[in-house]
């Protein structure tokens, strides 16, 4: 149980574009869902708080207005990066809460 | 602000030893801890959990020692194998708000 998907698991875009990353927990609902960015050989920086139906909650130093999250259901949420330029590679991770938290495989991000 | 730190950032051993990975924590209000693995290019996955109430927890091959006085925090893993080679991370949690050490990457050597 308490499993987590992502989609896509890795994804290459041009300067500029936006790209939608899906979080979703398939075995179970989650009122709350996270959004983690992991840098290579660095520990995970918490981004935002995604709770089911009202605003996220955006950690400081995050660009609401450039990461922006949608929890639409108790099953999914989106991250979706806009105008994404070379320095927003990253690896990106959700994770929803059911009593601890249960993190995605997460999805690679290379913007060229 | 407060966070949660790790004594060592990496750890060789022998397959078939004992690892110890330890960590340290400043928020003496945190009241729920949890160590994670992760391995390359994977999401982080759950290992073992412990609440403030406790300071011991075993799991299958994994014993979390939590001492509240000092502020750390240990995973303790039984006959180190190669599939254990990865990065430890252990988290502390207060009022919702999870956060991150580290991380230790685990090496085990055949």
């Known amino acids: 149980g308490a499993v987590v998907s992502q989609h896509p698991s890795w994804v290459i875009c041009k300067s500029g574009t936006s790209v939608k990353i899906e979080c979703r927990s398939l075995?179970?609902?989650?009122?709350?869902m996270f959004w983690y960015r992991q840098f290579p050989k660095q520990s995970l920086m918490l981004m935002a708080t995604s709770n089911e139906g009202s605003k996220a909650t955006y950690e400081q130093g995050v660009e609401k207005d450039k990461f922006l999250i949608n929890h639409a259901s108790l099953t999914l949420s989106t991250l979706t990066v806009t105008s994404a330029h070379p320095e927003d590679s990253s690896f990106y991770i959700c994770?929803?809460?059911?009593?601890?938290?249960?993190f995605g495989p997460g999805t690679r991000l290379l913007v060229l | 602000g407060e966070s949660v730190g790790l004594h060592l950032p990496t750890l060789s051993v022998q397959e078939g030893d004992n690892s110890i990975i330890n960590c340290a924590y400043s928020?003496?209000?945190?009241?729920?801890f949890i160590w994670y693995k992760q391995e390359s290019g994977k999401g982080p996955q759950f290992i073992i959990d412990?609440?403030?109430?406790?300071d011991k927890r075993q799991g299958q091959r994994v014993t979390v020692l939590l001492n509240k006085t000092v502020k750390h925090l240990s995973l303790q893993i039984a006959a180190t194998q190669p599939g254990d080679s990865a990065v430890y991370f252990c988290?502390?949690?207060?009022?919702?708000?999870?956060?991150f050490g580290a991380g230790t990457r685990l090496t085990v050597k055949p």
């Open positions: 988290a502390e949690t207060f009022d919702n708000d999870m956060r």
């Open positions: 412990i609440r403030s109430n406790m």
């Open positions: 928020n003496s209000a945190s009241d729920y």
């Open positions: 075995d179970f609902q989650a009122t709350t």
């Open positions: 994770s929803a809460k059911v009593e601890t938290q249960y």
